[in-house]
């Protein structure tokens, strides 16, 4: 399995306990971390910091041993503005690229399974993106 990019709602399942998807997002993010290395980048890292106070917290619960961390390359950026396009094309109301755009991009470019409880919006602008998805 290649490199696994995970999105920030299986790690906020995970961090919160979330009671509808704590059990699904767990036991994806346990297979997949058993199965090849699991990769943060910087936008999936803020999504997530909005929960702790402090940065060394974060850093503790997306552990170097559990998470590696990668920056969102340029290629990518090109890429989630042009989906942008497509979605303000048709209709999309939003008038800033969101960070799944750039999440699917920076997945996509570097050939990454994404592993996401909401693949809908990937599946729709990233066709042949690889999915981890319920």
Request: proline fraction near 7%.
């Amino acid at each position: 399995m290649p490199d696994v990019l995970v999105d920030s709602n299986v790690l906020l399942d995970v961090l919160t306990e979330d009671a509808e998807w704590l059990d699904w997002s767990s036991a994806a993010l346990a297979s997949a971390a058993d199965r090849g290395t699991l990769i943060v980048n910087p936008l999936v890292y803020a999504e997530v910091s909005i929960g702790f106070e402090r940065v060394e917290d974060l850093d503790a619960a997306l552990g170097p041993e559990t998470f590696k961390r990668r920056p969102l390359p340029w290629a990518a950026a090109f890429l989630a503005g042009k989906v942008f396009l497509k979605y303000r094309v048709a209709g999309g109301a939003r008038r800033s690229p969101l960070p799944d755009f750039y999440i699917g991009a920076h997945a996509a470019i570097e050939g990454l399974t994404l592993l996401t409880r909401d693949p809908r919006r990937y599946r729709s602008y990233f066709p042949k993106l690889r999915l981890i998805a319920p």
